[in-house]
Structures are given as C-alpha cells and as structure tokens.
C-alpha cells in the first residue's frame, strides 16, 4: 500500500548545453537553497581568498558545506575565522544543535549550548565574511543583498546559470542570507559549468575547480558521516560533485559526461531526494552500477519503527511526463 507521494521536478543539461532529460516544470524559479552553496564559496574563492589567508582544502570544503555540526566541522570553520581575524559572534547564521546524533548528545553532555559555528551554515557564512574582509564591504551587514559581497556572490551565480542579475527572484534562507531562485534548466546549466569548469572567466573557472577538488577530496566535511552528499561522492570515486539543499533540492555535476542534473522534490520533502535522484541518473546512464549498489540504501531507503523493524520503504515508482528536450 502506498501512504504518501512526493512529486520531484528535475533537469539534466549535457555539455552543449541540450536538455537531455526533464521531469515536469522546469522553467519556474526554485529557490536553490544549499545546493548554490559551491557557487558562494568558488566567487570567495575567485576573489583571492585561499591565497590571501592560506587557506585549505578541508576549510574550502566546510565553506560549500551543510555541515552535521561533528567536531572535525566545528574545528574547521573556526580555523577560518581565526585566519580571517572574525570571532565567531560575527557568524550571523544563529546556532542550532548539531545534526549528527553523536555531536550534538556529545556537547549536551559536555554542559555547551549550541552556537553559530554549530550551524549547518557556518562555514558558508565563514567564507562571506572572508569574501568582506577581500572588498572592505562592512561584515556587520552581510547578510543584505545590496552587501558588496552578496552583490559579487549574486552576479557570479546569476552568470554560471545563463541569466542576468536582475531576473533572479531573491528570498531569504534559513541562515539569514540571500537565497535566488532560478528555473531548473539554468540551474542544471550551473552544474553543467561547474562539471566542465566552463561558462565562466578564467579565474572563475580555476576558483570552481578548487572548489569541486575540495569537495571531491574531503567529502565528510561537505555534509558529514553517512549523509547523501557524503556517501555519494565517497561511492562515486571522484567523478560527482554534489549538493544538497532544503526544501528537496539537489544539485549534481558529473564530470565524467560533463552532465549537471537539478532536481526539487516539489512538496520539500527530503526523504524523497536521494530516490530521485539516484533512479534518475540510473535511468540516465551516467552512473555506473559499482556505484549504485553502493547507495542502494539511499535510493530505496527502509522506513523503521521506534522499535527499530522495518515497516516500509521509500521507492521511486515511476518518472512521469519525463521528455528528452532538445536546447531551446
């Protein structure tokens, strides 16, 4: 018996640009949420901010993160604030508990309350503050879309989609900062861009290939243990990029193909993320059986009980009104 169904959209958009695959609308803005999260940290990155405060691969990575709050994460978003000369009272995010089970039992025990750097969002936040601290843009204000900085983070990911700035639609994330919203034939064209490190000026280019490098290389510090970004791109062997968002949004870029894939579960229901998105690419071909007998708990995840037996499993039971779509 089927309880409950959730819808997914989504978009793959090969390296000419062509849509080759498309599950229902995909020319109505969705807010990206997380998933731009690369797009934030390649524009810090573009600006000089690795070489200007030295930093590294795990701290570059925890930047384009959703982080579970595990201690390695904590360590490395303080890490930047120290290179930086920012306090963690700078972090405008605010605090919640660490979603990893252990961390956040771990700092109840401790007597510590939650802070900002504890937020999922911290090391995004971290790295505007950086991104301040390059173009001397005030950072008690950066969460403001007219912030120097958030203005840069905006035209770079308004220009990786194929858009102009002022037709992306803004909101306001859960973290506090400027969240756009793009159709996702534009969005699966920035995944396209940031698996074939084009569609960009150079610096730019070479700022997104740190940036995937990063992600590729330390993929516990981009979400945290067990969870799908994680368990994906470690499965994946270094041909996928990948990055969740709220609301049932992910974004990937498969370097091999060159393929960037978006999809948005429509009633934001995350649990339905990773079937969909591991059904479509299966579908696809662009991801090799080794890989997907490596996640087949993500793709059809088993429902548990309190008492720990399985009562149930989410599947994807069909695409529907999938089309191959040519460009245009």
Known sequence: MVESVHHAAACAVDPTGAVIFAAGDIDTPVFLRSSAKPFIAATVIAAGAQERFGLDEREIAVMAASHAGQPFHVDAVRSILRKIGM?????????????????????????????????????????????????????????????????????????????????????????????????????????????????????????????????????????????????????????????SGAEGVQGAALLDSGVGLIVKVLDGASRGRGPAVLTILRRLGLVDGVTLTKLADLEHPVVYNRAGRAVGEVRAAGVLAVRNVSTG
Not at 190 to 203: I, N
Request: with cysteine; proline share 6%; glycine share 8%.
């Open 87 to 243: 306090q963690e009272s700078d972090l405008l995010c605010g605090p919640h508990a660490p979603y990893n089970a252990a961390a956040a039992q771990e700092l109840e025990q401790s007597g510590s309350v939650p802070g900002p750097v504890h937020n999922n969002c911290s090391g995004k936040h971290a790295g505007i503050l950086a991104l301040c601290k390059i173009l001397g843009a005030d950072p008690a204000t950066y969460l403001e879309p007219l912030n120097p900085a958030q203005q840069r983070i905006l035209q770079f990911c308004a220009r990786i989609s194929g858009m102009k700035l002022a037709d992306l639609r803004i909101g306001v994330d859960g973290c506090g900062i400027p969240v756009y919203a793009a159709p996702l034939r534009s969005s699966a064209a920035a995944f396209m861009h940031f698996a074939t490190l084009t569609g960009a000026e150079q610096h730019e280019v070479q700022a997104m290939q740190t940036v995937r490098s990063a992600m590729i290389a330390y993929p516990e510090y981009v979400a945290g243990t067990g969870e799908f970004d994680t368990r994906f791109m470690e499965a994946a062997n270094g041909i996928v990029a990948c990055k």
